[in-house]
């Protein structure tokens, strides 16, 4: 029984760490305040003008994306490759049926 109320406690634990993590980026977790401040935050960091390392990381995310679709359009397409063609019989066509009146 105490093993299993360890278990639990640690995962417990683990898990708040795992929360906390998430929030450490706003500056009125801690102090208990939310609200508008909060929303007035994430406003000011959405307005934010972007690095030069941001927009550089963004260019070249574009350029490796427009790169392989180029690629990928060059790979001529493929004639499906079924070994077993030979020896499987063609499927027949159902007959029709018959409209009863």
């Given at each position: 029984?105490?093993r299993?109320t360890i ?6 634990i ?58 990928t ?11 077993w ?17």
């Open positions: 029984m105490l299993k278990h639990a406690t640690l995962i417990v683990l898990m708040m760490g795992a929360a906390s993590a998430q929030v450490k980026d706003n500056p009125n977790f801690l102090n208990g305040s939310g609200g508008e401040n909060a929303n007035e935050t994430l406003r000011a960091r959405e307005k934010s003008p972007r690095s030069d390392s941001a927009i550089d990381r963004a260019y070249r995310s574009k350029q490796i994306d427009n790169d392989y679709k180029a690629a359009r060059k790979i001529p397409d493929q004639k499906p490759n079924d070994p063609g030979a020896i499987r019989p063609t499927p027949t066509a159902p007959a029709p049926k018959e409209k009863q009146q």
